[in-house]
């Protein structure tokens, strides 16, 4: 099934977007009961994220990881004057792709999961796209 894609309008250098209704639709639109959903964003300074939706955590999120990978530091890439070696590092580590069930035509996810699109080295214009596999 060929791959939809939508864009993501960030608005600060570190950003969380929630990205759940837009990836739900695009699920039961394709009229598949059952199979997997692989949503993939394009870019080296940007990843997806699952967790749950309370400002307190993505708070605490944010804080925690630019604690243990600080925009400011020594770092190699930043020779080349962007400044975003941090951004790279997370999105390598937290990776820029989600694989989720779907079950009876939609996505079977916990209670408390919710699916943000997290931009590191904005604000920018950015594209997710979601592939349906039966
Ligand atoms: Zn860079």
């Given at each position: 099934m060929p791959?939809?894609?939508?864009?993501v309008q960030t608005r600060g250098t570190f950003d969380l977007f929630e990205v759940t209704d837009k990836i739900e639709k695009i699920v039961r639109g394709s009229k598949v009961k059952e199979g997997m959903c692989f949503v993939f964003t394009p870019h080296t300074t940007a990843c997806l994220i699952m967790n749950e939706r309370e400002s307190g955590f993505l708070e605490d999120f944010k804080k925690t990881i630019l604690r243990l990978i600080p925009?400011?530091?020594?770092?190699?890439?930043?020779?080349?004057?962007?400044?975003?070696?941090n951004a790279?590092?997370?999105?390598?580590?937290?990776?820029?792709?989600?694989?989720?069930?779907?079950?009876?035509?939609?996505?079977?996810?916990?209670?408390?999961?919710?699916?943000?699109?997290?931009?590191?080295?904005?604000?920018?214009?950015?594209?997710v796209s979601v592939q349906i596999f039966k």
């Open positions: 791959s939809k894609t939508f864009s925009r400011e530091g020594n770092y190699e890439h930043n020779r080349l004057g962007e400044g975003n070696a790279h590092i997370i999105s390598s580590i937290i990776k820029p792709y989600l694989v989720l069930p779907i079950e009876n035509s939609s996505l079977n996810l916990g209670t408390w999961q919710n699916l943000f699109f997290l931009e590191l080295d904005g604000p920018r214009t950015r594209n």
